[in-house]
């Protein structure tokens, strides 16, 4: 990007498997699947029963008993993970100049437990069109804007300078991420806190999956149900949670003595305009995305070392990325390993994109790639290395996470080790 | 790198092009009336400004209705206006230099209520194949995207009311990044029964039943708004290569913006308008001086409105600047709003003539606004559009005139 660089100073996560990024690169590295059968609500009467669910309380996570009223899981999510993110960034909050502090957040379906859950009750469980307003709930309107759930990270932050929510579906999470890093570059803000949430394992959203067979029907064994470039996958695992990001300007970072995960050098989106659910299998569009990438992080492919992808565990998924890689980067695919944890913590929407970049810093700091685990056949029409079952140890310095989703949107993202780009 | 708007589409309550909306408009004439959409005797709030004269059937392909909602109904249509206007034949252009940007308030709303009351009135196997993609917020952009081949960025920002101009200025990024065009803008329409019951958990739905006086912002009896539903879509350009392809017009020029944010409820802290103001002007190397009208966000709701008469006064002097809010003609379209302010400030800069604020009566002393009752001609060569988002989102956008 231009003379200023974006780099991540600060993580926090909440996911499926633990709360908090330490919890969360322990279930990556150790290969443990955090999938089972749903708890959250009683599923019995759906096709897909199987999800992966966060094992959250709100209390214990220091939300009070009125922010815990006031938000919908997804904003819940989103302020633990703002919180541990600022904590870990060792930033002085007390010097920080509010208008200077951006929020950049990222959401598929804004706060859609909320408003279901309300709608039983003012419908009476469907029994009014024209629902009863007497029994409305003050937040309801909060909870039909997602807007709302960065309202609640620029509270958590005392953030004043710009703040936005993105909604690009299941690429919100890089997304979201590559508008904040914008407002960095263009120096709209000194500090963003960007990353996306989402939290949508609840009736209305299995079954809008379940009608349209996206999601997986192995119920019988849900530890393994998230098989991304297996032979035998099914389709995928709902997740929810949420990453959070504390960006900063490299020198400012460098100035302070911040520890730095690693630098955001690329990030591009384009879209498919072919169909909303459906993806051509030859990959042109995300390839495009991440030749764009490269090109602004000016890098070349034989740059990367780990790929991060998409990997949702259906198979035109599988197949369209794989052959996405090759388009982009060449032999470099081949070369290189290639993984989805969402094998482990499920596709949580707009959310998965930030978490799996908060995956891809940790893989550079600790220089292991997580693995893809339920691998156990590989497609061979997917003949990458896609790590199967087991953690890798690898020098990543550079890696490319990508996300695809429904709108036919694809997005690259390139982070380096810092000091390297 | 200078951004201008060569295509225009609108679709709301006051018209379904440019053209309607400005007539109207222009000659005061509000397009608020009681809401029809559905049986709203349960409901507290009984006007809205709706897109009356629209019917998806003769702007969408049934193919497509069937899987969208309401909201991107009006966005596709206001989306084929804009590319036409512009002069512009996706399939002609560079396919991934074509960027969409929208902003959306509260997504597929209609749409998502059908499913949920099928999902809770009748079981799971009862929901539509569609509802994952015609409620999420994404569904305009996508459904503009994959209707009209355009590969580039795809963005969709979701900060309420202060959304399209947010849109809009993603979108001037995108054009210094490497896109030829940006398609952008916004459309909202959530005039059902639970979107109305979710909008009447604001306090700020105006309850008055006479449309001729139900929104009056800056009005001593000001007591809420009227919600809307529409809003309007632009093609952005970079000015010279606008004027290499030979477009057929070139409207306006986006000059400057910005957004802040309020602080949190209870920090005594001033809240961010003024300073989006401040830095969208800065943005577009212009003083206040050389602002000829701003138009306002204008709520309806006392607290709100005298919270931007202070913003509006601080930056311009007691009365220094005409002020107006051509949106009491068509109620608050939430995404779609500050997209249509933004298009109507084009045209006032245009053709230099302040299109009016209809509903006041009297205005509400100490605010000290000079506001805009009737359309007024007036030598403009630069106006100020601002708009707020539900929680604390500011933006303001400048627009200047292309004459020299």
Redesign the interface.
Known sequence: MTGRTAVITGIGVVAPGGTGTKAFWETLTAGRTATREISLFDAA???SRVAAECDFDPRQEGLSPQEERRMDRAAQFAVVAAREAWADSALDRGGLR??RIG?SLGS???CTMG??DE??V??D???F?????TY?????????????L??EV??AS????????????CT?GL?SVG?GV?MLV?GLADVVVAGATDAPIS??S???????R?TTPNNADPEHASRPFDLHRDGFVLGEGSAVLILEEKSAAMRRGAHIYAEIVGY??????????GLKPDGR?MA?AIR?ALRQAKLDPQAVDYINAHGSGTRQNDRHETEAFKRSLGERAYQVPVSSIKSMVGHSLGAIGSIEIAACALAIEHRVVPPTANLHHPDPECDLDYVPLTAREHDVDTVLSVGS?????QSAMLLTRSGRA | MTAVVTGVGVAAATGLSLSAHWEQVLEGRSAIGPITR??SS???VKLAGEAGDFHTAEHVPSRIAV?TDRWTHLGLTAAAQALADAGIEPADQP??EMA?VTA????G?EF??R??????????DH???Y???A?????T???I??R?????????????QA?GL?AAA?SR?LLSN?ARMVLTGGTDA?LC???L??????GRLSTQTDPAVAYRPFDRQADGYVPGEGGALFVMEEESAAVARGAPQIYGRLSGF????????GSG?PP?LR?AAELALADAGLGPADIGVVFADAVGVPELDRQEAEAITALFGARGVPVTAPKTMTGRLYAGGAALDLVTAMLAVRDEVLPPTVGVVEPAPGYDLDLVLRARPAPVTAALVLAR?????NAAAVVTTTRS
């Open positions: 009467d759906f096709r509010p208008e929020v598929a379906v804004g408003l279901e709608y039983v003012l419908s469980a469907g029994r069109w024209e629902v009863d307003p409305r709930v003050p937040q309801l309107y909060g909870y039909m804007v997602p807007s709302t960065a309202v620029a509270w005392g953030a004043e300078g710009p703040v936005s929510l993105t909604s690009t579906g919100a997304d508008a914008q263009d009736p209305i299995v079954a809008c999956f379940d009608s349209i996206a591009a989106n384009r879209s498919n305009a072919f169909h909303m659910t569009e495009e764009v989703g429904f709108g036919g949107f | 559905f049986d349960r409901y507290p899987q396919e991934y969409v959306s308030s509260s997504g709303t998502g209520q499913e949920i009351h099928r999902l809770w009135s009748k079981g799971p929901v539509g194949a509802q994952s993609i409620w999420f917020y994404a569904a952009t996508g459904q995207s994959i009209h081949g355009m590969r580039g960025s795809c963005g969709v920002v979701c900060t309420e959304g947010d993603r990024r490497g959530s029964p639970y979107g019951t979710a909008q009447l958990t604001t910005a957004s802040t944010f309020d602080p949190a409820p802290r961010g300073r988002g539900y929680g604390g989102f």
